[in-house]
């Protein structure tokens, strides 16, 4: 999770008396609605995401992260890591159809050595690697079972699983999460652990910029990023067949001390090494600034982790991150990269937050918020390529982890602008060693905090043609949705209308250009195109005493 900007350091851990749930909602089970998305979704090109019904589909959720042993969220009773089906119906019946569920590196290879051991952190000249055997299958079976577990949960309320491999300063040594102790090399450098602002490390800790620097050069006899593409592939391979998951999440919010700088050539040399990390020195793809081809870390594998996965699962798309600073409006000079199915995966947050994740200044939030939207706006059609023409299609994977609701608004309005999806950070605190209380959107009980209304939203999971405008009113819940009818999609339309929160005396709905298909009132809208027509607008309103 994102959460300072330069020369700020934000959130940290407090406590709050919880605001008690007031909320009691009914609403239509999504697995007995047929046109729901449901199997494989792909990122053939453009800024969409599809469905194999030619459908663009748009997804919000929220995130299900837990920085503890055992490192995943998963059905246990009693414990609190506990996943089950009251977390699963609760996100359904807000309409999300996505959740970004965590893992962690040192989850699925724990390993036995300490850092900086010899075995993995002395100097080698590339391609002299050690194999250090700290991969253990059956502790990563198990992980992964365990992860399993999550994710057919979710799956059978139609819920889309997006598997986040999550990090923040690197490694519980720093007081984050991440890297396995094996995997940490500082140089010997004094370990920096910040006990009030654990984002303090990033800025002071040089043992900390060791490490990061170590695992990006790839330049220890402990082959640091092959191990890490060995553990993705692993799991990559024991997904590949299922429907419910959306893709992988490559690496969140990369960062290194190069982005330290104010200077756009250090962010870029950065960006370098972390475009070669996703492609190998095999497939090195163009930086932005330059359109000059990748130069990569002699250490650097030949096949990086996106061609690892690619090579055990090919079905599933990709979500790679730009690096940390790309949340609060700074540039993005990572490039074209010549995969199929990729989506640029960014975070947004203010800058200017509170040690609780709270707006400092709402004034001061909106126009970085803004901008990041822009930037990836403009940066995501020219990173076409051969294998995805028009570009990748693109998400937000994080904002929010915050009470405030202006700040949520806003950026929710700004996605539906962009017609893009998201998802919330978090589900629920779980206590997070690098966040706050404040960001949960539900009680450790599963009770719904009062903030959930502003995500609660009606809008287009499902759309039969090209959307070309989306919004919903937080005022007084009008929704209005534009499309360019696609006569290839064999599916209807399928709005989604938070019945019991927005319109509890029903809504009206007008069409032009398709016809309802749905019962009245229904949870879901379905739509279905006119033949003759190209154009499709739909508006739903609350129903007032007179008649629609």
């Not at 709005?495 to 949870?523: Q, R």
């Amino acid at each position: 999770m994102l959460i300072f900007g330069i020369g700020t350091l934000l959130l940290t851990l407090f406590s709050t008396t919880a605001a008690q749930s007031i909320r009691k909602n009914s609403f239509t089970d999504p697995s007995s609605n047929p046109y729901l998305p449901a199997g494989f979704l792909s990122s053939p090109g453009g800024p969409f995401i599809y469905d194999a019904s030619h459908r663009v589909i748009i997804l919000h959720g929220v995130n299900a992260v837990y920085k503890h042993p055992p490192f995943v969220v998963y059905p246990a009773s009693g414990k609190p890591y506990n996943f089950n089906a009251q977390d699963a119906s609760e996100i359904a019946s807000l309409g999300f159809n996505v959740v970004r569920v965590g893992i962690i590196w040192e989850g699925a290879e724990p390993g036995t050595l300490k850092p900086n051991s010899k075995q993995v952190c002395s100097p080698t000249t590339p391609g002299k690697f050690n194999h250090i055997h700290q991969f253990n299958q059956a502790v990563l079976n198990n992980y992964v079972n365990k992860l399993i577990q999550t994710v057919d949960l979710l799956g059978k309320y139609h819920i889309y699983s997006l598997i986040d491999m999550h990090q923040d300063v690197f490694s519980q040594y720093f007081g984050g999460e991440g890297a396995p102790s094996w995997a940490l090399c500082t140089n010997g450098l004094p370990r920096f652990h910040a006990k009030n602002r654990w984002s303090a490390a990033y800025i002071t800790s040089k043992a900390l910029w060791a490490a990061y620097s170590h695992f990006w050069n790839n330049n220890v006899v402990g082959n640091l990023q092959g191990n890490y593409d060995r553990v993705w592939a692993e799991i990559a391979s024991r997904l590949k067949n299922n429907p419910w998951v959306l893709g992988y999440d490559l690496f969140n919010e990369p960062f290194s001390h190069l982005l330290l700088s104010a200077s756009p050539a250090s962010h870029q040399a950065f960006d370098t090494q972390l475009e070669c990390f996703y492609t190998g020195t095999a497939y090195a793809g163009t930086i932005a600034a330059t359109a000059a081809s990748a130069s990569c870390p002699p250490g650097d594998p030949p096949l990086g982790l996106i061609p690892q996965i690619r090579s055990v699962d090919p079905n599933h798309m990709i979500f790679y991150e730009p690096d940390i600073f790309t949340g609060t409006a700074f540039e993005n000079y990572i490039g074209k990269m010549n995969f199929a199915n990729l989506v640029l995966n960014f975070h947004n947050y203010c800058p200017a937050r509170d040690n609780n994740g709270n707006p400092d200044n709402n004034a001061l939030c909106g126009p970085p918020e803004a901008e990041t939207f822009l930037h990836h706006f403009k940066e995501r059609p020219l990173d076409a390529t051969p294998a995805q023409p028009g570009g990748p299609a693109w998400f937000m994977s994080e904002f929010g982890a915050t009470k405030d609701t202006v700040d949520l608004a806003r950026m929710t309005s700004l996605a539906d602008q962009y017609l893009i999806g998201w998802t919330y950070w978090a589900w629920k605190y779980y206590n997070d060693p690098t966040g706050s209380k404040d960001e949960a959107l539900a009680s450790p009980s599963g009770k719904l905090y009062p903030k959930y209304k502003v995500l609660d939203q009606t809008y287009a999971q499902a759309v039969a043609g090209i959307p070309t405008s989306m919004s919903f009113n937080q005022t007084n819940s009008d929704f209005e949705l534009s499309y360019t009818s696609n006569p290839s999609a064999t599916s209807p339309t399928v709005i989604f209308v938070p019945v019991s929160v927005h319109y509890k005396s029903g809504y009206c709905t007008y069409v032009e250009g398709g016809k309802v298909t749905s019962k009245p009132n229904g949870t879901y809208l379905t739509i279905a195109n006119i033949p003759a027509a190209q154009t499709v607008t739909v508006k739903v309103t609350p129903k007032t005493a007179a008649a629609c």
